[in-house]
């Protein structure tokens, strides 16, 4: 239980921070942003905009990313867990069959 | 047989205590009036859902309609407070993003709803974050529609968590994910909603970004199975959405209680961190 609420902590504690920092980014880079060659103001606001929008997507892509390798890990992991389970059985029962024929 | 569309309730409790807060606040009488229509509207097509299955396209653009009572009431403000950035001037933008506003929490809560207990629970969480964080803020309006919307919250939550006696359909779902963005807009609670519903919007993100549309419940694959001893495991078909449920079962399989206090325990944690959101909003010059 412990490990399945922490792997959502991880994920919950990253995207927040990603939060936080983007916002610190945009407020200190992005805001005040002149760029050369560009004098219209309103075109200046749509570049913002879109870097701003573009940092978005990068923010949603990574907590994409991140949830779907965090599930199928953990798929795999079962998996694996259960062959082994499976694997050890089975050798535990050829062992037993060993014994049983050496005795005879 | 357990009763459905108990989010009925809801709406009866929100009416009583929106009623008696606009007697004895009577100044309040607007922000009260735009703050019921809007969940008001999104019960009725909630209601519609619950009898009668919306389209998985319609649904997300009629409760966007849900927020023209806080646009024509003009109840909000442009002017957004984010933690590090401080205010900000959305006079344009502002008004054309209420839509969404009400529309993303209202559906989002809609889909976060496959145990006992875990829309209502985590509603109230939610419910509970934004009163304190307006406390902290001191922002009295989002105080209290918060406290109008607790109590009926709190009632649904103990007859719906496991084992339900009640479930509350998408009437009470939709109402409630759209008393809660109205929460955001009216209260200037925008950033720290988003943290309080990252659970919520995970859990829409992810079954979105799998299915890669729109989709209603009944024409994807189911992603949670039941084994034959009642506990709940994930779907390992690959075409199945990724919702938040199937995250959680990802590890083995679990009783319904069990899943829906992980859920809990993940609304309780960005709880914590939508507060930790206020706080930083309230220190930021």
């Known amino acids: ?104 | 047989m357990i009763p459905e569309m108990g989010g009925i309730a809801v709406l009866v409790g929100l009416t009583v205590s929106v009623t008696i807060t606009a007697i004895l606040m009577p100044e309040k009488t607007v922000l009260l009036a735009s703050f019921f229509a809007t969940t008001l509207i999104a019960g009725v097509i909630g209601a519609v859902d619950d009898m009668k299955t919306l389209n998985a396209k319609v649904k997300p653009l009629l409760t966007a309609l849900a927020g023209a009572p806080i646009l024509l009431m003009r109840t909000y403000s442009p002017y957004p407070v984010f933690p590090i950035v401080g205010a900000v001037r959305l006079t344009i933008v502002y008004p054309l993003l209420i839509p969404f506003a009400i529309a993303v929490p209202s559906n989002a809560v809609n889909m976060m709803d496959p145990f006992n207990g875990t829309m209502s629970g985590t509603c109230t969480i939610v419910t509970l974050v934004l009163l304190f964080s307006s406390l902290i803020l001191g922002r009295s309006d989002a105080a209290l529609l918060s406290v109008c919307l607790l109590g009926p919250l709190l009632v649904l939550y103990y007859f719906n968590r496991y084992p339900a006696k009640v479930f509350s359909g998408d009437i009470g779902s939709l109402s409630i994910g759209a008393a809660l963005g109205a929460i955001a807009v009216l209260g200037q609670l925008e950033a720290v909603a988003v943290v309080a519903f990252a659970p919520q919007i995970m859990n829409a993100f992810y079954g979105l970004a799998t299915v890669g549309r729109l989709y209603e419940r009944r024409e994807v694959s189911r992603p949670v199975t039941l084994l034959d001893d009642g506990r709940l495991m994930a779907s390992a078909d690959p075409k199945a959405p990724i919702t938040l449920a199937r995250v959680t079962l990802a590890r083995g399989p679990l009783y319904e209680y069990e899943a829906a206090r992980v859920f809990m325990v993940l609304a309780s944690i960005a709880g914590v961190l939508a507060v930790l959101t206020a706080y930083l909003t309230m220190v930021t010059p």
């Not at chain 1, 902590?9 to 200190?28: K, T, Y």
């Not at chain 1, 050798?91 to 069959?97: D, I, Q």
């Open chain 1, 1 to 104: 239980m412990i490990r399945r609420v922490l792997d959502f902590v991880f994920v919950l504690l990253f995207i927040w921070a990603c939060m936080i920092l983007g916002l610190w980014v945009i407020d200190s880079f992005i805001v005040p942003l002149q760029l050369p060659g560009v004098t219209d103001d309103i075109m200046t606001a749509i570049l913002k905009v879109a870097i701003s929008a573009v940092m978005v997507l990068v923010w949603l892509w990574l907590w994409r990313e991140m949830v779907k390798r965090m599930f199928w890990r953990a798929v795999k992991s079962r998996q694996h867990s259960a062959d082994d389970l499976q694997s050890d059985s089975q050798s535990k029962e050829w062992r037993n069959k060993v014994i049983f024929k050496n005795d005879r």
